[in-house]
Each structure stands twice: as structure tokens, then as C-alpha cells.
């Protein structure tokens, strides 16, 4: 324990044991002496929580008071949720207790926690269920509870209620008794305070450290406790997993006085309401529906129904539209053995994350495929993944309500033994063993991967519901109707216009989205075998035989504000090893630096270089000029900034010895690789020139020759 409190960084330990056998007494004083002394030597310290009642008989106060750092005294669960409903800290019972446990004590040792949490009673049930402050207020809400008060003698808030024809008992705290025991602990000087439990409390408390004794509310403080805030915090009213959605927000009141007895008290006008989810469906108490998700799959939902049939039980199947639309059989076997069918969206996305419009979309286009193939409707949904399923943000209700707007009832589920994991059929039993009396709906799948697993665990998950005297019943029994009442049959062949128009669109959206795969797919073989054939191409070019050619050569270019770059452009071209007469015309095109006067000043030294301007008209125009001035029938282009090296002409005309050639391409490098559209660039000439054009030259039909570094005979242009 040592070991794994360092790894977590932890300050010690705090023990809460209950129903302790006082006989163990002088053996737990012997334990908890090593133990702290274990937890002391390490720089660590012990808690030890004290509960109230006949749980004290087995601690030694005496023997662990030297030894022991804290006591926590748990002054709150007067009433227990296995108990008859009543207050949870009454002002005799909390004040008593307050004094029993730190009189003759260092009560800077003591640490009193204070609770902020609710109880729901439900007649005849074994257990209340655990609500927060916000779930109590949205109960008397919904339950259209007129007044609740805080008085004396015991100062607890409560309320009762009757749901679905059931009577409920509740008992919470709140601020108003928080600040009432705060004051009762700050006078008898304990050491500190906690609260029971974090994310139940009235959050009223947060701001009511500061009241004084004398509960004198100023001005600022009061409105921070009486008004009831109506919060994102999400709610739940009601028993069972089949939930509707109010997200409704509204403030509420209550009056906060103090009476003759100087204690706190308060009078509930107005209760807040918060988003809420409204449960139905919990069934009787030994009912329990088996559910599965993501089918149907031609493999293992087949074997899912041999087994249900076996054991003559009936299941709902949420079904994805994609894998309905596939195996349209097995939908219509799963309706024609009894078993009930619900939407579980069409591509199965999470719609959490989905625009509004593409949750309608996905609901509707299922329903309506369902439709067709079935002649029936579905009004359950059970929306994918468990982010949808248990909602902690405002965000989250969203699919839920949207489907509810449509007219479906939203399936939740309690019992989640996660075989979609894989973790082994005999965990997958186990965990719905242990899970089984937190609700009434199990959660398995029927497709989505290899179900194996859940094939194996089925019969056994049967036998145990069997043998504890449950009755493995459709969703329609858990609401008390009948299955033409959750999956009512078409009546004629009338379909609403709204759902024919979304799903046909939804229809073209698929088909276009297969189009698209599948012209991806293909394009991407052209490319794959275009470039094969390419590089074979290239692999087989051979040079042609070298021959001499020194036939006069007109060099062109257009020059448009590249003084930086012309001149050494000029000096490469005049450094050419090429033997033959050339003449280099440089078209001027309305350049706004000094080119004409650089390339005046080479003209000077060169009489082979002359230089023509005129107006910005453009690349274009500018080489159709310079084709008009060519004394030569051989033209060579290149652009202002392109470098050739002493052999780059004569290698660039030479192929012309051949009558039969027509133009010559050159190959381009990229001089500059400093950044990374330049190295981009360059990855495209070491392409285009080494594999493309040569590939090309094998099949002779090279249609683009750059104007980079090119050569053609000027008949041929003319």
C-alpha cells in the first residue's frame, strides 16, 4: 500500500470501514497502531472515518488517539436508503451526535463531514435511490409540488410525490441546513469540515462560507441563496432505461429567515428546473430485456435468433440501416420469429458530433428502409456510443431530443457487460451477473466485429435470468404496451412526404458516395499503372546517335524587370562550347528596372546579343516578336533566369541532325532549393524530365516542350 501510495503522490489514508464486529476490537487497535506507525515513517498520515450508531463499538478512542491524525465524523445518513424514509441529519440527532463525539477529545483532531445529497423513497422498493440537490428540485418540479419548507425541531427539507402510481418519499439537504450545522461545528472547534458528496451538493453552499454566526445575510449574499439557479446540470426523474428529454431551464425561489430559535429556515415557493431526462420502462423487478446493436450480420445474427428461439425468449434488435439495407432477410426473419426492431441510425456515426440535419437524416432514412422491407414502423431508437447514451453536457441531449421530436422513444441501458471489447464469454457473464440489479435492459451486439464471444455467453446470460427467477421479456412488456404498439404496422402504403424526400436524398447520398469511392479506387490504378508504364518507358530510352551539327542558331527570351539575373544569364550562353553561328535576341517587355540597360551594356561587348523593347504586352507577345527579328531556321527559347551550362546548347540542338525532328526538349533543374516550394519543384522536374518526357520519346509523341529550356526548327511554327 506504501508502494502504491507514492506512485499516486499521496498525503496517507483514510479508512471508512462499516459493520465491524466489535469482538475484533483489540485486534483493528493493533492493526490500526502498525499501520499508522507504517504511514507516520513514510511521512504519511491516517484518517479513520466514524460513523454514528452501534458501528462506534469497535474503536479503542482511547488506545488510537495518540496515533491516529484525523477522525472524520460522519454526521449525515441519519435515515439510510435501506431504511424507512426520514430526515437525513436532524438538528437533535446531528447536534447530539456533534456532542457525543468530541466532548473530552482534542476536537482539532475531528473533521465533521457534512452532507449535501437526497433520497428518493419509492413505496415497497428494498433500497432508496441516491439523488443530488438539482434531481430533487427537478422531482418537486415535475411532481408540481407546491411549497417545501426548513423547520424546526429538525430543520430537513422534504417532500413526497406519486409517479406512474407509485408513492415517493423525498428527504435532501441543502444550504440552509449546511449553514445551520456549520455553525454548531465552528462552535464546538473541530478541526474542519468536509462535505458528502461532491457533485449532489447544493451549490449554494460554495457561496455561504462566509455567512456569519448571526446568519445576518447582506445584501450581495442573500439573492446567492435564495435564488434557485436553473443550471446545465442534467437531471434525471423517473426508473427505467426508455428516457424522454425536457431540456427546459428555469430559476427558482426560496425564503431564507431565521426563527425564534435563532436557527435558519426556509420556505421553497418556486423549484428550479433543469435539464431532464424523464425515465420509464423499469418493469417489474424481475423482467429484464435482452438487447442487441449494430446488426443484422449474416454470420452471427443467425445464430443470435437459433438461440433466442431455443430458449423461447425475445429480444429488440437495433438495427444499422447500411446492414439492413444488406441483408434485408434477416431483418424480416428477426420481425417474423417476434422479436422487436429499432433504429440505431444508418452509417452508425457519432451524433454527438453530427449537424442536426444529418441526425434527421440518418433516423429517417433507416425508418424508411425499414419501412420497405418490414411493413412496420419502429418507434425506438438507441442512439451509438456511450457518449450518447449517458450525457453529461447540454450538447449531449441534443440526438436525443431530436429523435424524440420524431417520434421515438430513446432506449438507454444499464447493464453493459462491453462483449463489443472482446474481454472472453465467461467476464461477459460475470459482468452481467454484477451489473444485473442496476437496471432492467442488457446491451449486447450482434455485429460489428467477431461476435464469437457474445455467441458463447448468450445461452449462458439465459441461464442465469432463468434460474434467478427472471423473465426475459420484449421492451414492450418493460412500457406496459404491446409490440404493434412500439413497432405499428403500415397502414396502406401511405408515407409521409418528409420522410420520401430525406430518404431519397439520402439514397442519392449514398450512391454518389459509392460513385466517388469507387472512381477513387480506379483512378488511383491509372495513376498506379500510368506510372509503371512510365517508368518501364523510361528505363528503355537510349540517347540517339551523336552527330555533328553546327547549323546557325537564334536564342530568344522575354525579359520582363530581371536585371538582377539577366546578365549572368547572358555571360552562361556567351561561355557555350557550341561551334556553330547563334545570334541571342532579348525582347524588352516594358521592363520598369534596369534589363535594357544591362543587357545594352553585354550588347556592347557582344555583337551577337541585340536587344529590341517595347510595351507590356507579355510573355506571349513578346517571343512572337522575337520570332519575327530570328535571322535562323533553328530557335532555341529560354527563359531570363534559366542558367545553361557550356554543353546545354550544342546537347540541346544536336538531336536536329535528324531531318525528322521537329523540337527538343531540355532538362530543367531547379538552381535554388532554399525553400520548400522550390524542393517541391524540383521533385516535379526530376519527374517531368527523367521519367515523363523520356517515357514519351519511346512512344514519339511528346506534345509540350518547356519554355524553360527548349529548341524547334522555326518551319515548323511558321
Given at each position: 500500500?506504501?508502494?502504491?501510495?507514492?506512485?499516486?503522490?499521496?498525503?496517507?489514508?483514510?479508512?471508512?470501514?462499516?459493520?465491524?464486529?466489535?469482538?475484533y476490537?483489540?485486534?483493528?487497535?493493533?492493526?490500526?497502531?502498525?499501520?499508522?506507525?507504517?504511514?507516520?515513517y513514510?511521512?504519511?498520515q491516517?484518517?479513520?472515518?466514524?460513523?454514528?450508531?452501534?458501528?462506534?463499538?469497535?474503536?479503542?478512542?482511547?488506545?488510537?488517539?495518540?496515533?491516529?491524525?484525523?477522525?472524520v465524523?460522519?454526521l449525515?445518513?441519519?435515515?439510510?436508503?435501506?431504511?424507512?424514509?426520514?430526515?437525513?441529519?436532524?438538528?437533535?440527532?446531528f447536534e447530539?451526535?456533534?456532542?457525543?463525539?468530541?466532548?473530552?477529545?482534542?476536537?482539532?483532531q475531528?473533521?465533521?463531514?457534512?452532507?449535501?445529497?437526497?433520497?428518493?423513497?419509492?413505496?415497497?422498493?428494498k433500497?432508496a435511490?441516491?439523488?443530488?440537490?438539482?434531481e430533487?428540485?427537478?422531482?418537486?418540479?415535475?411532481?408540481?409540488?407546491?411549497?417545501?419548507?426548513?423547520?424546526?425541531?429538525?430543520?430537513?427539507?422534504s417532500f413526497?410525490?406519486?409517479?406512474?402510481?407509485k408513492?415517493?418519499?423525498?428527504?435532501?439537504?441543502?444550504v440552509?441546513?449546511?449553514?445551520?450545522?456549520?455553525?454548531?461545528?465552528?462552535?464546538a472547534?473541530?478541526?474542519?469540515?468536509?462535505?458528502?458528496?461532491?457533485?449532489?451538493?447544493?451549490?449554494?453552499?460554495?457561496?455561504?462560507?462566509?455567512?456569519p454566526?448571526?446568519?445576518a445575510l447582506?445584501n450581495?449574499?442573500?439573492?446567492?441563496l435564495?435564488?434557485?439557479?436553473g443550471?446545465?446540470?442534467?437531471?434525471?426523474?423517473?426508473?427505467?432505461?426508455?428516457?424522454?428529454?425536457?431540456?427546459?431551464?428555469?430559476?427558482?425561489?426560496?425564503?431564507i429567515?431565521v426563527?425564534?430559535?435563532?436557527?435558519?429556515?426556509a420556505?421553497?415557493?418556486?423549484?428550479?428546473?433543469?435539464p431532464?431526462?424523464?425515465?420509464?420502462?423499469?418493469?417489474d423487478?424481475?423482467?429484464?430485456?435482452?438487447?442487441?446493436?449494430?446488426?443484422?450480420?449474416?454470420e452471427?445474427?443467425?445464430?443470435?435468433?437459433?438461440?433466442?428461439k431455443?430458449?423461447?425468449?425475445k429480444a429488440?434488435?437495433f438495427?444499422?440501416?447500411a446492414?439492413?439495407?444488406?441483408?434485408?432477410?434477416?431483418?424480416?426473419?428477426i420481425?417474423?420469429e417476434?422479436?422487436?426492431?429499432?433504429n440505431?441510425?444508418?452509417?452508425?456515426?457519432?451524433?454527438?458530433?453530427?449537424?442536426?440535419?444529418?441526425?434527421?437524416?440518418?433516423?429517417n432514412?433507416?425508418?424508411?428502409?425499414?419501412?420497405?422491407?418490414?411493413?412496420?414502423?419502429t418507434?425506438l431508437?438507441?442512439?451509438?456510443?456511450?457518449?450518447?447514451?449517458?450525457?453529461?453536457?447540454?450538447?449531449?441531449?441534443?440526438?436525443?431530443?431530436?429523435?424524440?421530436?420524431?417520434?421515438?422513444?430513446?432506449?438507454?441501458?444499464?447493464?453493459?457487460?462491453?462483449?463489443?471489447a472482446?474481454?472472453?464469454?465467461?467476464?461477459?457473464?460475470?459482468?452481467?451477473?454484477?451489473?444485473?440489479?442496476?437496471?432492467?435492459?442488457i446491451l449486447?451486439h450482434?455485429?460489428g466485429?467477431?461476435?464469437?464471444q457474445?455467441?458463447?455467453?448468450?445461452?449462458?446470460?439465459?441461464?442465469?435470468l432463468?434460474?434467478?427467477?427472471?423473465?426475459?421479456v420484449?421492451l414492450?412488456?418493460?412500457?406496459?404496451?404491446?409490440?404493434?404498439g412500439?413497432?405499428?404496422?403500415?397502414?396502406?402504403?401511405?408515407?409521409?412526404?418528409?420522410?420520401v424526400?430525406?430518404g431519397?436524398?439520402?439514397?442519392?447520398?449514398?450512391?454518389?458516395?459509392?460513385?466517388?469511392?469507387?472512381?477513387?479506387?480506379?483512378?488511383?490504378?491509372?495513376?498506379?499503372?500510368?506510372?509503371?508504364?512510365?517508368?518501364?518507358?523510361?528505363?528503355?530510352?537510349r540517347?540517339r546517335?551523336?552527330?555533328?551539327?553546327a547549323?546557325?542558331?537564334?536564342?530568344?527570351?522575354?525579359?520582363?524587370n530581371?536585371?538582377?539575373?539577366?546578365?549572368?544569364?547572358l555571360?552562361?550562353?556567351?561561355?557555350?562550347d557550341?561551334?556553330?553561328?547563334?545570334?541571342?535576341?532579348?525582347?524588352?517587355?516594358?521592363s520598369r528596372?534596369?534589363t535594357?540597360?544591362?543587357?545594352?551594356?553585354m550588347?556592347?561587348?557582344?555583337?551577337?546579343?541585340?536587344?529590341?523593347?517595347?510595351?507590356?504586352?507579355?510573355?506571349?507577345?513578346?517571343?512572337?516578336?522575337?520570332?519575327l527579328?530570328?535571322?535562323?531556321?533553328i530557335i532555341?527559347?529560354l527563359?531570363?533566369?534559366?542558367?545553361?551550362?557550356?554543353?546545354?546548347?550544342?546537347?540541346?540542338?544536336?538531336?536536329?541532325?535528324d531531318?525528322?525532328?521537329?523540337?527538343?526538349?531540355?532538362?530543367?533543374?531547379?538552381?535554388?532549393?532554399?525553400t520548400?516550394?522550390?524542393?517541391c519543384q524540383?521533385?516535379?522536374?526530376?519527374c517531368?524530365?527523367?521519367?515523363?518526357?523520356?517515357?514519351?520519346t519511346?512512344w514519339?509523341?511528346?506534345t509540350?516542350?518547356?519554355?524553360?529550356?527548349?529548341?524547334?526548327r522555326?518551319?515548323?511554327?511558321?
Open positions: 500500500m506504501l508502494s502504491t501510495l507514492d506512485d499516486a503522490k499521496a498525503a496517507g489514508v483514510v479508512i471508512d470501514w462499516e459493520q465491524i464486529d466489535p469482538a476490537k483489540k485486534d483493528i487497535t493493533a492493526f490500526l497502531d502498525k499501520f499508522t506507525d507504517a504511514l507516520h513514510d511521512d504519511k491516517l484518517w479513520l472515518c466514524v460513523q454514528p450508531g452501534q458501528d462506534l463499538d469497535y474503536i479503542d478512542f482511547e488506545e488510537l488517539s495518540d496515533n491516529i491524525d484525523r477522525y465524523a460522519l449525515f445518513d441519519e435515515t439510510s436508503d435501506i431504511d424507512s424514509p426520514g430526515p437525513l441529519g436532524s438538528r437533535p440527532w447530539g451526535w456533534l456532542h457525543v463525539l468530541l466532548e473530552n477529545t482534542d476536537t482539532k475531528w473533521i465533521v463531514a457534512l452532507g449535501s445529497y437526497g433520497y428518493d423513497w419509492t413505496a415497497g422498493a433500497k435511490e441516491l439523488i443530488s440537490f438539482p430533487a428540485m427537478s422531482r418537486a418540479s415535475y411532481a408540481e409540488i407546491a411549497a417545501a419548507t426548513v423547520t424546526g425541531p429538525g430543520y430537513n427539507p413526497s410525490y406519486t409517479d406512474a402510481d408513492e415517493h418519499a423525498v428527504s435532501f439537504l441543502d440552509v441546513t449546511f449553514l445551520n450545522q456549520l455553525r454548531e461545528v465552528r462552535d472547534k473541530a478541526g474542519g469540515i468536509a462535505v458528502y458528496r461532491l457533485g449532489t451538493e447544493d451549490t449554494a453552499i460554495w457561496d455561504s462560507f462566509n455567512v454566526a448571526d446568519f447582506d450581495k449574499t442573500r439573492p446567492l435564495e435564488v434557485l439557479r443550471t446545465d446540470t442534467i437531471t434525471d426523474v423517473g426508473d427505467g432505461e426508455i428516457v424522454s428529454v425536457d431540456e427546459t431551464r428555469s430559476d427558482g425561489m426560496r425564503t429567515a426563527d425564534g430559535e435563532h436557527y435558519l429556515t420556505e421553497y415557493t418556486k423549484f428550479p428546473q433543469f431532464t431526462l424523464y425515465h420509464q420502462g423499469a418493469g423487478e424481475h423482467q429484464v430485456a435482452i438487447t442487441f446493436d449494430d446488426g443484422p450480420d449474416p452471427w445474427t443467425p445464430q443470435i435468433l437459433d438461440i433466442l431455443t430458449h423461447n425468449a429488440a434488435f438495427l444499422v440501416g446492414n439492413a439495407e444488406k441483408y434485408p432477410a434477416l431483418v424480416r426473419r420481425v417474423n417476434g422479436h422487436e426492431i429499432g440505431h441510425t444508418y452509417y452508425h456515426p457519432n451524433l454527438a458530433l453530427c449537424w442536426p440535419e444529418h441526425i434527421r437524416l440518418e433516423l432514412a433507416t425508418q424508411l428502409l425499414l419501412e420497405t422491407i418490414t411493413g412496420r414502423a418507434t431508437f438507441r442512439p451509438p456510443y456511450a457518449a450518447d447514451t449517458s450525457p453529461s453536457r447540454i450538447s449531449e441531449l441534443t440526438p436525443l431530443n431530436i429523435a424524440q421530436d420524431l417520434g421515438y422513444l430513446v432506449v438507454l441501458e444499464n447493464i453493459d457487460p462491453q462483449d463489443w472482446k474481454p472472453g464469454a465467461d467476464i461477459i457473464v460475470q459482468r452481467v451477473k454484477q451489473q444485473r440489479r442496476d437496471g432492467s435492459i449486447l450482434d455485429a466485429g467477431d461476435r464469437a457474445t455467441v458463447e455467453a448468450l445461452p449462458r446470460i439465459l441461464d442465469y432463468y434460474a434467478r427467477g427472471d423473465s426475459v420484449p414492450s412488456t418493460l412500457l406496459g404496451t404491446s409490440r404493434d412500439v413497432m405499428p404496422p403500415l397502414q396502406g402504403s401511405g408515407r409521409s412526404l418528409s420522410r424526400v430525406s431519397t436524398g439520402f439514397h442519392i447520398y449514398h450512391v454518389v458516395e459509392e460513385f466517388l469511392w469507387a472512381f477513387m479506387i480506379v483512378a488511383t490504378a491509372l495513376v498506379v499503372v500510368r506510372t509503371l508504364v512510365v517508368i518501364w518507358l523510361a528505363s528503355r530510352f540517347r546517335e551523336q552527330r555533328e551539327f547549323e546557325p542558331v537564334s536564342i530568344m527570351m522575354a525579359a520582363y530581371e536585371g538582377k539575373v539577366i546578365t549572368a544569364t555571360e552562361a550562353l556567351r561561355t557555350t557550341y561551334r556553330g553561328e547563334f545570334e541571342i535576341i532579348v525582347i524588352d517587355d516594358g528596372d534596369d535594357a540597360a544591362q543587357v545594352e551594356e550588347a556592347r561587348r557582344d555583337q551577337r546579343i541585340r536587344l529590341f523593347r517595347q510595351e507590356n504586352r507579355g510573355k506571349a507577345r513578346a517571343l512572337q516578336r522575337a520570332l527579328l530570328a535571322r535562323h531556321g532555341v527559347f527563359d531570363a533566369d534559366t542558367h545553361f551550362q557550356p554543353d546545354t546548347l550544342r546537347q540541346l540542338v544536336q538531336p536536329f541532325a531531318e525528322s525532328v521537329g523540337a527538343v526538349s531540355g532538362h530543367a533543374k531547379v538552381g535554388n532549393l532554399r520548400f516550394i522550390a524542393r524540383a521533385l516535379e522536374y526530376t517531368g524530365f527523367n521519367l515523363d518526357r523520356r517515357a514519351y519511346r514519339n509523341c511528346i509540350v516542350v518547356p519554355g524553360a529550356v527548349s529548341a524547334m522555326k518551319a515548323r511554327i511558321d
